[in-house]
């Protein structure tokens, strides 16, 4: 064969296995990333940044999300006892001016801002939470006036935190703390326009060697009916979990709850019958104190992210079999599995990270598992430094169509009212649509975005091949018309619009219409048994 042939060839083979690889995208699938603040690792750059260039930062870390095909943002907004937007009951970080306690100047809400850009861009924003964390060190000279570990009396700080390592944390012990954290999580959901509220992997600290958490005697004087501490210490942390879950609920119940645990829940060695086939060093359960399992069998979570920061086949932490033991204890919630960007040809201890195709065999093994439900990378800039071009496969291969996060229906009382089509134009660049509900009986039926698909052809298609669906409408949208300036003259086609609710329900699809696109305009054609009719 010709070497110019051989070529040819190739490139024909390359172009079947893209679009093949397209076809198996799915169409209903988180994609997202985590954006962390403490230590201005992701955003800003640095602290002390004016509010124009952190606005500029923000937004093209968005942008090159939105390229990616990602549809979710996890962004770090209370780093370590602070926010990143202002707050009745907790000082403004240090990692956007420099001080705790500065405001921007000139002032802005940095997370209304942000909330705004990814919502604009088709994309849920997940007000990233560390709850417990009140120090990133040990100077508490540099905190404001306003944290409560300047402002509470002596006695009362001895009650609210403790020091652990090089940090101080909130006591979960606390019944003051758990009312303390639950307020902030209160005034986040009240005040802003969230998709969801996200915990990370802190609760009680990672043990430290020649550490101890002094909270013997707490314990000793309010047991809670407890015998052992450690049962005791998790009930701390499932107080604060279900007291939260109550408050979003209450307020928002479209707002999403959400957890993302270290990877391990706990060993096979500890728990023979519930465990994972696993040697980690530390566990939820049994060393950070936090029953995941529990919150998702009692409902208190909507999701769950765990962070399964290992390889394939890393025989301390497999990463396929802690991917199979989260999707089998799930309890019917969402699950997400969190992706070690920054590992990524930067791993000396597991020589895995190494291969180009580790992250790939990752997502495929994530979409081979019914129960998993997307994919969350940390961190941000890690990936967009695209080591081993991780970030050019996801973009050409993996993320390449665009993807619409799953639905939750146990967040919604009944789906949005179904669309219709109500105006169909055409121009010698397109094709014109313009839809309604006529049957919107109550405001939950509001849709919150639209679906638009398109069949090639006299027909309705597959709605899980996302080749088919041509464009997912910005949240909020009053203008509900669409411009399909990809239609070919000469061609016909079929169009469905689907609507979307808070929750990522979908509605009853519409009434197909049919259009044969001509050089001039579009002309709508209508079925009548079986028929097409001009």
């Known amino acids: ?172 012990g606390n019944p003051l703390v758990v009312r303390y954290l639950s307020n902030v999580v209160y005034d986040l959901v009240l005040r802003y326009d969230l998709d969801g509220v996200h915990f990370d992997d802190y609760f009680y600290p990672y043990k430290e060697p020649g550490w101890e958490i002094n909270d013997y005697d707490q314990f000793a004087a309010d047991p809670r009916g407890y015998t052992n501490i450690d049962d005791w210490r998790r009930n701390n942390i499932n107080m604060l979990i279900q007291q939260c879950s109550k408050t979003i609920k209450e307020l928002k119940p479209y707002v999403k709850f959400g957890i993302s645990p270290f990877g391990v829940w706990r060993n096979s060695d500890k728990d023979p019958v519930n465990g994972s086939e696993t040697r980690a060093g530390i566990t939820c359960y049994d060393d950070l104190y936090a029953d995941v399992v529990l919150w998702l069998k009692n409902g208190w979570i909507d999701y769950v992210a765990p962070q399964l920061y290992w390889s394939i086949g890393f025989a301390p932490a497999d990463y396929s079999k802690l991917v199979d033991w989260w999707g089998r204890n799930t309890y019917g919630k969402h699950l997400y599995i969190g992706h070690a960007a920054y590992k990524i040809a930067n791993n000396t201890v597991d020589p895995n990270w190494n291969n180009p195709g580790e992250i790939s065999a990752q997502i495929r093994l994530n979409r081979s598992n019914p129960n998993v439900k997307g994919s969350i990378f940390f961190s941000l800039k890690p990936l967009m430094r695209n080591p081993l071009g991780v970030q050019d496969t996801l973009m050409s291969r993996y993320f390449s169509t665009q993807a619409i996060p799953p639905g939750m229906p146990t967040l919604s009382k009944m789906p949005p009212a179904t669309p219709q089509f109500c105006r169909v134009k055409g121009s010698p660049l397109s094709v014109k649509l313009a839809w309604n509900t006529c049957q919107l009986l109550s405001g939950e039926e509001m849709p919150h975005y639209f679906a638009l698909y398109r069949f090639n052809g006299e027909g309705v298609g597959d709605f899980r091949d996302p080749r088919n669906l041509l464009a997912v409408t910005p949240f909020y949208s009053e203008n509900w018309i669409y411009e399909d300036q990809t239609a070919r003259a000469g061609s016909f086609y079929t169009y469905v619009i689907v609507a979307y609710n808070r929750a990522n329900v979908e509605s009853y699809s519409s009434e197909p219409i049919f259009v044969k696109k001509t050089a001039k305009t579009a002309k709508k054609k209508r079925k009548v048994w079986g028929y097409l009719l001009n």
């Open 1 to 172: 064969m010709k070497p110019a042939n051989r070529l040819f060839f190739a490139l024909c083979f390359l172009a079947f296995s893209f679009a093949a690889l397209a076809q198996n995208n799915p169409v209903g699938e988180l994609r997202g990333a985590w954006i962390t603040t403490v230590a201005n690792i992701d955003w800003p750059s640095k602290p002390g940044l004016s509010p124009d260039r952190q606005r500029v930062e923000f937004d093209s870390l968005l942008d090159v999300m939105k390229a990616m095909g990602m549809n979710a943002v996890f962004v770090q907004v209370r780093p370590a006892g602070d926010a990143i937007y202002p707050s009745p009951n907790v000082p403004w970080s240090q990692y956007l001016s420099g001080v705790q306690g500065q405001a921007p100047e000139p002032f802005y809400d940095p997370l209304e801002y942000m909330i705004k850009a990814a919502h604009q861009r088709h994309m849920e924003f997940h007000a990233w939470l560390n709850p417990y964390r009140a120090t990133f060190n040990l100077d508490t000279a540099s905190l404001a006036p306003t944290h409560p570990l300047r402002a509470l009396p002596n006695e009362r700080k001895a009650q609210w935190f403790f020091r652990y390592g090089n940090k101080y944390y909130f006591n979960p």
